[in-house]
DNA sequence: GATATAGTTCGATAAAAGTCGAATTAAACC
DNA sequence: GGTTTAATTCGACTTTTATCGAACTATATC
């Protein structure tokens, strides 16, 4: 696997993101990584199946939420904190407060 | 119909609020509610049947999002934005910007 | 009381989203 | 090349959510 591509900040939109985070595990992998600066699935899975993990990340990066580095065999994911606060201003704000 | 019932303050879960913007119809509702201080159910109907919205109007109302005053037939809604930035402090108006 | 109006509730159906085991890919290492 | 590790993809299934017509409730008006 090369790399992903993830959506551009332009592309991004609040419906999109409200989808992303509206879900209890979602939600709690984004306030997670609110508070590292990343970190590979196995560290998020907690005791549930890689593969539902697998899809929660997908949806995550689609919604742009956020970015997954591949080093080797692990893929380390952060929060697009950046570019969301250009685009949604104060949203995760609110949303890692909570 | 006597009154409707709309949870605490203190009940209201960012989880469940996310869930309730976290569709197409009902952010519009609530993108509209931002600009006028109420409106019936009819005047966000366009041309969607009532049965539909009457489903949105009742989740938004579960979530926090709005409150519903009845006055004679007609089921006035609105922003419960005082609680809401109460509860989570510029959440609203990501969402009413957006 | 009959009629009109505003909105809800019911119930059936359709569509979307989440779950998770099994198979697969891809890199790392011996 | 074989093995281990990290994570994805596939596919089948379940659960949740949305849609919407038809029947219903409640208020207002004549």
Known sequence: MAEY?????????????LRGLA???RLEIVQHLGSVPEASCTALLGDRPRSSM??????????????????????????????????FPGLMDVVLAG
């Open 23 to 25: 879900d209890p595990i």
């Open 54 to 87: 697998s899809h929660h990340f997908q949806v995550l990066r689609e919604s742009g939420l956020l970015q997954t580095r591949i080093q080797g065999v692990q893929h380390f994911n952060s929060l697009r904190k950046v570019d969301l606060d250009e685009r």
């Open 5 to 17: 591509d993830h959506p551009s900040l332009e592309s991004l939109t609040l419906l999109g993101v």
